[in-house]
């Protein structure tokens, strides 16, 4: 079955650093577009950053745009969001998803597969 597997959230203070990584089972990882989202007490689901499949074109949210950014191993099935000068407001549970299919890749229903998430807190 198609797993996506979340790790290296953690606490972080303000401007710190944090690297995610999303390690995809069950699927041809090449061939999927890959997303990160979030999700905060509270709040919706928002997109974060995604990657087309031949990691050529990303997309960024306005509010991490500049500080994360996204990338893709596909010889080792990962997608990676590294995240800088991090503000508490980034904390939330951090989303990996994949897309088969395309579409409006800034919109969750758009997504085929989702992981658990991981969680990240940035302390002021």
């Known amino acids: 079955q198609v797993q996506l597997a979340e790790s290296g959230g953690g606490l972080v203070q303000a401007g710190g650093s944090l690297r995610l990584s999303c390690a995809a089972s069950g699927l041809t990882f090449s061939m999927y577009t890959m997303g990160w989202f979030r999700q905060a007490p509270g709040k919706e689901r928002e997109f974060v950053a995604a990657i087309i499949w031949g990691g050529g074109r990303t997309s960024y949210a306005d509010s991490v745009k500049g500080r994360f950014t996204i990338s893709r191993d596909n010889a080792k099935n990962t997608v990676f969001l590294q995240m800088n000068s991090l503000k508490p407001e980034d904390t939330a549970v951090y989303i990996c998803?994949?897309?088969?299919?395309?579409?409006?890749?800034?919109?969750?229903?758009?997504?085929?597969?989702w992981g658990q998430g991981t969680q990240v807190t940035v302390s002021s």
């Open positions: 998803a994949g897309d088969r299919f395309g579409g409006n890749l800034s919109v969750a229903r758009v997504y085929d597969y």
